[in-house]
């Protein structure tokens, strides 16, 4: 059954939310946790949406922290030199084409060279405001990205529609006090204002007063 949502803005994350980029990040995690005997599912649980530092702070909490911001940045040069099966979440392409003319910006823990691997790889444009690694001092499920990108937009934090895959991002999203659309088949169990497993459903109709997003 579809609804809709009346919003002024919209904020979309880029790991598994417009891109598809699962097989690498696995991939390059796993292996960074091999040597340190991490239980893979742990590692998995952990990485998605958050900054590599972050990730690598919880799952190594004994550890100096900049030995952590050494590794999270070799993390980054080898995932923007790794995007081997990287595509697009099905309707990422339509929906940035219809937001061209409305507010919206990326936010992602991706620092801005990841953040243009991976969306050229998937043949999908940059919106014009981004959010990366490098604007913020917090990750995610830290809302700050999601306040700055609404702030930078002139936007209220209240009529901001944020789209999010990961548990982490889904906090930061509902944190910052917006409508939070969760993406994906592993994304309801993470208590979003809404869920559809990918973007096909998701259509925009202009009104005076913002726009409209029906979810179909």
Known sequence: ????????????????????????????WLKWAEPHRLDPQRVLEVVHGRQGHQSMAILLPERDHAINLVENQEMLDRESGDVEG????????????????????????????????RMDAAGLTVPQLAVTAESVTASKPHPEGFLKAASLLGVDPADCVVFEDSPAGIQAGLAA?????????????HAPTSAVDDLT???????????ELTIG
């Open 1 to 28: 059954m579809s609804h809709t949502i009346l919003a002024r803005a919209v904020l979309l994350d880029m790991d598994g939310t417009l891109v598809d980029s699962t097989a690498v990040v696995e991939r390059l």
């Open 86 to 117: 990287v595509v697009a979440i099905g309707g990422a392409q339509e929906l940035l084409a219809a937001l061209e003319k409305h507010p919206h910006a990326l936010v992602t823990s991706a620092n801005v060279a990841l953040m243009t691997a």
């Open 177 to 189: 006090g917006m409508t939070v659309i969760g993406v994906g088949p592993l994304a309801s169990a």
């Open 201 to 211: 459903s998701i259509a925009i109709v202009e009104r005076p007063d913002g726009f």
